[in-house]
């Protein structure tokens, strides 16, 4: 029965594959998972102020011993190692739905132009109200930066629908950028020496600060737009093989792609909003975890990237702090220098195994 | 949600619209920011802008102007009910606009300062009265951990004898032009605690700290405010760059004073400085003009408007400042960038050119200043050799700020520069 036989070694050949697919989707995640265990661990107990293992157990279970101590661990990192988490997955995830969106994988945030509205509206809001009222609140400079980058998307958006040309799409998301980074220099032009410190200073991001009011906030937003990314897994997957492909497959690509970039721009606008814009990660992350995972099925992809971003992030931000303490590092500074190289060896890595 | 965070909402949609109003007709917001200001400004600013904008301002008048500032800033103090506690009096302020201070009984005080907040500081062993507004900040005496990141603050704690209650600092050794706080971080007795915008709170918790003192920088950076003040840690932003006169400036050691029980001493310390400022009205006028200038990064010419401190101190000495009448519409900031051209055509024809090494890279010598553009050999100053500089040191030593109204008139009056506190002459 020689046909049977050949049934069978396929049915065995993809089981085996299949078997070994899973695997490395296994053993990926184990590796997050313990990758965020340690560096959570690793953040509680570490800082300018040294706290013993045993204490940090006691104030973590019990809410007991120095009062100080207390303030440290629950005010001051425990909020700052969930932000750094949440905002650094969504940054991830923020970036991998943008290079779905456009077919190319330097797509983020940043190239877009998504931060620059951000800095735009806070520069703004910064030269303008300081100077008239005197002071305004976190919440304030958290909004304006919201909303700085839901109008440059909504930009993006409306030139999507005359350009259906994805290079030419993102072309035009660099010109926005452009122009908000005009646009804020054009602003600085009266701004005082302070405002332009301050200015360059949010614009470099930071955790630094983080309070469980922002933890919430952050948890609640980027939350329901994580679970509302991942119900669009299937036609994401359908939508990587092809718009024509999509549409047979009964996927309105139309609204698909509002949806999509939608998501992307809620994501990334709220981690601009709470620390300022961070660069490199949209990009890297994503990147690094389709290598590591030899796919890029969103149903796998999009929860890896979520904690690989988290993973990358508290790592950076750890740096960020500790590196020069008690200066602080720019967590953009820490990212960038220590996700690029990264990013350019493994794609040395993956053109000497292509030859 | 407490008072500034409500003011800030509901002074969102103003200030976008503002902002929307700004782009469309541009000058006319400016303009209208400018005169809110100066409706915000106490008499002391009005007198002085006026002093420094017209001739010349004789010595004497400048000395009046602040005066004059007193006696209004007095009539309009209005005491705050506190529930529980009964006010007795008000610190007198010979020149400062820039704060307040009200007595009660049992030795509480009430420290307001316009923009920045009220504090009530509670005697050692006494608790804040119930019912105390959350708008008023609470200030527990004894203050023996502070961290301090308002640098001009650091010279009235040292005038004080207090420094031993600074036990962390917002700018490094290296950021230190008085020798107090270098030698204070040097033994370990004052620590570094990270910069304005980025504290280590977890340095700043771990100390204890009673007090954080912020300059108006800390305004751009709220959530640094909020983090603090959620921690327990009372903010305290000091506004004395806002007095526009010599003597209002040093006044705020008297608030430093109140902060730590020590009202006599920094009673002396302003009037040791008050007679100081007052010799100087004796100086005649000498006629001669001054431009105080200095060349930043990107090669455009950052001096001082007309009703700044600095027009005002040369005018105190003897001088008038070269620029009569200049202005920065709509902005707090004491500076205004000008083009080398429109600063060539009014300072080529000043007596003397001083420049400000406070925040720039100081002169080596008139060649070094010469190389940062050809034409300062043209200038009058230049070719008669009358090139000053003022140093680091004076930014931080706002304690003694009125000697370089005597250095001021000592270059004037063409003494002895060897006597100069904080002014040096250039070397050719």
């Known amino acids: 029965m020689p046909k049977k036989d050949a049934a069978a070694a396929v049915e065995g050949s993809y089981r085996a594959e299949n078997f070994k697919r899973r695997s490395r989707y296994v053993l990926v995640f184990a590796i997050l998972i313990f990758a965020f265990i340690t560096i959570v661990v690793l953040n509680i107990n570490t800082g300018s102020v040294h706290i013993s293992v045993a204490d940090v157990f006691r104030i973590l279970l019990m809410k007991a011993g120095d009062p100080d101590n207390v303030s440290i661990v629950w005010g001051i990192r425990l909020p700052r190692i969930w932000m750094a988490a949440i905002l650094g997955g969504a940054l991830a995830l923020s970036g991998f739905l943008l290079q779905t969106f456009f077919e190319n994988p330097i797509a983020g945030p940043f190239v877009l132009g998504i931060s620059s509205g951000a800095k735009m509206f806070v520069a703004i809001l910064m030269i303008f109200f300081i100077a008239r009222f005197g002071f305004m609140s976190s919440w304030v400079m958290i909004i304006a930066a919201f909303g700085g980058s839901l109008v440059a998307t909504a930009f993006i958006l409306m030139v999507s629908r005359s350009v259906k040309n994805m290079s030419a799409l993102l072309v035009a998301g660099v010109m926005i950028g452009y122009i908000c980074n005009a646009i804020t220099d054009f602003i600085v032009t009266f701004a005082d020496d302070s405002d332009i410190v301050n200015l360059h200073n949010w614009s470099q991001g930071s955790f630094n600060g983080m309070k469980w009011g922002n933890v919430w906030m952050a948890l609640v937003v980027i939350g329901v737009t994580t679970f509302l990314t991942f119900m669009l897994s299937k036609p994401i997957s359908a939508f990587q093989l092809g718009e024509a492909y999509a549409q047979s497959m009964g996927v309105n690509v139309k609204r698909f792609r509002i949806l999509l970039i939608l998501f992307s721009s809620i994501l990334s606008a709220t981690v601009t909003a709470f620390a300022g814009p961070i660069s490199f990660v949209g990009i890297a992350v994503p990147f690094l975890i389709k290598q590591a995972l030899g796919t890029a099925r969103p149903l796998v992809v999009i929860p890896a990237t979520f904690l690989g971003g988290s993973v990358f992030v508290m790592v950076c931000d750890l740096i960020a702090r500790m590196a020069l303490a008690p200066t602080e590092l720019k967590i953009s500074t820490v990212t960038s220098i220590f996700g690029a190289p990264i990013v350019i060896f493994m794609l040395i890595r993956r053109e000497k195994a292509k030859r | ?428």
């Open chain 2, 1 to 428: 949600m407490n008072r500034k965070t409500y003011k800030a909402g509901i002074c969102l949609g103003a200030a976008a619209l503002a902002a929307v109003m700004t782009f469309e007709s541009g000058t006319a917001w400016a303009t209208a920011t400018a005169e809110s200001s100066a409706a915000a400004s106490s008499a002391a600013q009005v007198t002085q802008a006026s002093a420094a904008g017209s001739e010349p301002a004789s010595t004497a008048a400048a000395v009046e102007g602040s005066e004059e500032a007193a006696e209004t800033s007095a009539q309009e103090i209005t005491p705050p009910k506190i529930a529980g506690l009964t006010y007795d009096h008000a610190m007198e302020l010979d020149s400062a606009n820039q704060f307040d201070i009200f007595y009660y009984n049992d030795g509480y005080k009430l420290i307001d300062i316009p923009v920045s907040g009220e504090y009530l500081i509670v005697p050692d062993g006494k608790q804040a009265p119930d019912g105390l507004s959350e708008d008023i900040t609470v200030i527990q005496q004894p203050l023996d951990q502070i961290y301090l990141a308002a640098t001009n603050a650091m010279s009235f704690y040292d005038k004080l004898g207090c420094l031993d209650s600074v036990t962390m600092t917002g700018t490094d050794e290296s950021g230190w032009s008085i020798d107090a706080p270098v030698k204070a971080l040097e033994s370990g007795s004052m620590k570094f605690a990270g910069k304005y915008s980025e504290p280590d709170y977890e340095m700043i918790v771990g100390n204890g700290c009673d007090l954080a003192i912020e300059s108006t920088m800390i305004l751009h950076a709220p959530e640094v405010q909020e983090m603090l003040e959620s921690l327990g840690v009372p903010v305290l932003i000091d506004r004395c760059s806002y007095e526009t006169t010599v003597l209002g400036r040093i006044e705020w050691v008297k608030l430093y004073g109140a902060l730590m029980n020590k009202e006599d001493e920094a009673e002396k310390i302003y009037d040791d400085q008050k007679s100081v400022v007052n010799s100087m009205q004796d100086f005649q006028n000498t006629g001669k003009t001054v431009a105080f200038f200095s060349i930043n990064s990107d090669r455009s010419v950052v001096v001082r408007k007309s009703d700044d401190i600095i027009p005002n101190m040369i005018s105190l000495a003897g001088g008038a400042y070269i620029f009569k009448d200049l202005k920065n519409p709509g902005s707090n900031s004491a500076s205004v960038n000008l083009s080398m051209e429109e600063f060539y055509k009014t300072a080529i024809n000043a007596d003397y050119i001083v420049y400000n090494g406070t925040i720039e890279t100081p002169l080596s010598s008139v060649q070094d200043l010469i190389s940062k553009d050809n034409l300062f050999a043209d200038f009058k100053a230049v070719k008669e050799g009358n090139v000053w500089q003022v140093d680091k040191k004076w930014y931080q030593s706002t304690a003694e700020v009125g000697y370089l109204v005597t250095d001021f008139n000592t270059m004037l009056t063409g003494g002895d520069a060897s006597t100069c506190h904080f002014l040096q002459k250039v070397e050719s």
